[in-house]
């Protein structure tokens, strides 16, 4: 056979196996949303849900998710571009250096469900905070800090050395530097990295599992002491524990879930294609 | 002027800490299931937890052997391993070397939206779909099979794979390529007589590094895997997985009795083995970086 002939059929089924993985995803997408939009309308995502859960909304299931979001990013940001200047402007090359890098990595590998025992024993058991809002967002924030370190060094490294030097060599100290040569162009990137956590903050199940998530609550959560329902443990309870929950409540859990995360991923894309066609050096 | 200079020592000081606090979690994390799981391990042997073939918690007197759980984990990671890996490099090779920039981008972000489905979501899609499909093709009374688990894992193993593929084969140098191509190669032949071998520790650590997440992937693999803790002997029965005991059993315990204890040893045993795999691909993905 002539190697091109073989290079064509190679290619074919490399072309193939493409297909083979990216099919699904259009899959799950395309079931989500023929299933699911029928179910929300104003109501399912505004109201109180009725009947045991059978009918009415899922209101208070994505406050509880929005407010766990936003506590968990007001923890994991700072942290985690703090720690992604020391790595990326501050530390030499030691010993030390290759721990933290080891350390986020491990983070990183964690399964989500030791998260969950991590968050049971140190932040529900031990510091007392009890099943809430806080003791959830503080496990997701940790979760979460590899993804945030990991964005906010590669913005940093993008921004030209020689910014940093124009600066010392004007006699900035080196804070100086960072802050007013470096943050600012280094923003979209680490913007983008912290929706990316956002969304995935969102979606996460098993860190919530004991250190937040509630059955069923009649009321919104008063504060961040409270327990709160979760969308992404409301939809994983309308489908495996409660019997009688109709497909449409929980394709249309499934779609609000899948369409505030992918959002949230559009938006991040969006952000960082503006700004690197913005670029100029 | 000296206000400045301290304010900077602070803010310099912040910024170390923050650093180091990755370290710090990580050990927080492994001592507060250290905390919790050894209680666990004052009252039964080691060697009988790993070793035990019945996991009853609740029965009188109760059992924690973790083998036919070890098990479950091993064959749903070992299924999702056969069907993630081949197509996932195939995958990668395909989107850094053969598509076009066009299609290329499209696909990368098709990935990425892969990889941002939640799991729960791929759980529930799951148990609709794929399970009753099972069920139906290999006429089984269950569609909640270890199949079913590796299946739904590979598929979410692949984002990971692709993309650390992806990076190994882009970091092959563009010489090693244009020197085969120059001596009369083909693409392909410079493909997987070239640039695969100078790719493959990255393509390793990918490998684990789907493994890693695979093993530690809970909720999709709790839907669909039926959780029936008994020694599992074929693709097609339903298994109970290391996370899947956690992630429902704990809720169900009294807050320090021994089965709240154990849960914490499984936790144990679960941070050990993503460590090792975490800490073996780091290794190979550094061995590439020179």
């Not at chain 2, 993309?163 to 032949?189: F, H």
């Not at chain 2, 029936?228 to 315990?253: C, D, S, W, Y």
């Amino acid at each position: 056979m002539k190697t091109t002939t073989k290079q064509k059929i190679a290619f074919g089924f490399l072309l193939l196996c493409t297909v083979i993985v990216v099919l699904p995803v259009l899959f799950v997408l395309a079931v989500i949303i023929k299933n699911g939009s029928s179910a929300v309308n104003w109501e399912f995502v505004s109201a109180m849900p009725r009947d045991n859960m059978k009918a009415g909304g899922i209101y208070p299931a994505i406050i509880g998710t929005v407010y766990l979001v936003c506590l968990s990013t007001l923890f994991s940001l700072p942290i985690g571009l703090f720690a992604a200047i020391y790595l990326h402007e501050y530390a030499k090359e030691n010993m030390l250096t290759r721990l933290i890098r080891l350390a986020i990595v491990n983070l990183s590998g964690v399964s989500s469900v030791v998260y969950g025992l991590f968050g049971l024993a140190l932040f529900v058991t031990f510091l007392k905070f009890g099943v809430s809002i806080l003791s959830g967002a503080l496990t997701l924030a940790i979760m979460n800090l590899p993804v945030i370190i990991t964005a906010s060094v590669e913005a940093l490294a993008s921004v030209p050395y020689s910014f940093r030097e124009v600066s010392l060599s004007l006699g900035a100290s080196k804070w100086q530097t960072v802050r007013h040569s470096v943050l600012p162009f280094a923003v979209p990137g680490i913007l983008t990295g912290a929706i990316l956590s956002l969304a995935r903050a969102a979606g996460e199940t098993a860190p919530i599992l004991f250190t937040v998530a509630a059955f069923y609550l009649p009321n919104l959560p008063h504060s961040i002491f409270d327990q709160a329902m979760a969308l992404p443990y409301h939809l994983y309870i309308i489908s495996t524990q409660i019997p009688g929950i109709t497909r449409e409540m929980r394709y249309g859990t499934a779609l609000v879930l899948v369409g505030i995360v992918f959002s949230m991923n559009i938006f991040a894309v969006i952000i960082r294609s503006k700004f690197r066609k913005k670029k100029k050096w | 002027m000296k206000l400045r200079k301290i304010i900077e020592f602070v803010i310099e000081k912040l910024i170390f800490l923050c650093g180091v606090a990755s370290i710090l979690f990580v050990i927080l994390i492994f001592a507060f299931l250290l905390k919790e799981g050894i209680s666990f391990f004052r009252e039964v042997s080691f060697g009988k937890f790993i070793g035990g073939k019945y996991w009853y918690p609740i029965s009188e007197p109760p059992q924690f052997g973790i083998l036919p759980l070890v098990l479950g984990s091993l064959l749903v990671t070992l299924g999702a391993i056969i069907i993630s890996v081949p197509l996932s490099i195939a995958a990668a090779f395909y989107i850094s070397e053969v598509a076009p920039l066009k299609i290329k981008d499209i696909l990368k972000a098709a990935i990425e939206m892969l990889a941002a489905i939640p799991s729960v979501v791929l759980g529930f899609i799951g148990m609709v779909t794929l399970v009753p499909w099972i069920k139906k093709v290999f006429n089984l009374p269950t569609g909640l099979t270890a199949l079913s688990g590796s299946i739904m894992l590979g598929l979410m193993a692949m984002p990971t794979i692709i993309s650390i593929s992806e990076d190994a084969i882009n970091a092959v140098p563009r010489s090693y390529k244009e020197g085969a191509l120059a001596l009369g190669a083909t693409r392909w032949q410079a493909m997987y007589r070239v640039i695969i071998y100078a790719a493959m520790p990255g393509i390793i650590a990918a490998t684990m590094l789907g493994i890693g997440r695979v093993i530690g992937e809970t909720m999709a693999v709790m839907m669909i895997t039926g959780n029936a803790a008994v020694i599992p002997h074929t693709f097609l029965q339903p298994v109970r997985t290391l996370t899947a005991t956690i992630a429902a059993e704990m809720g169900e315990t009294v807050h320090g009795s021994m089965h709240y204890y154990s849960l914490f040893a499984i936790g144990i045993i679960l941070f050990a083995i993503t460590f090792i795999i975490n800490f073996t691909a780091d290794l190979f993905l550094h061995r590439n970086r020179k």
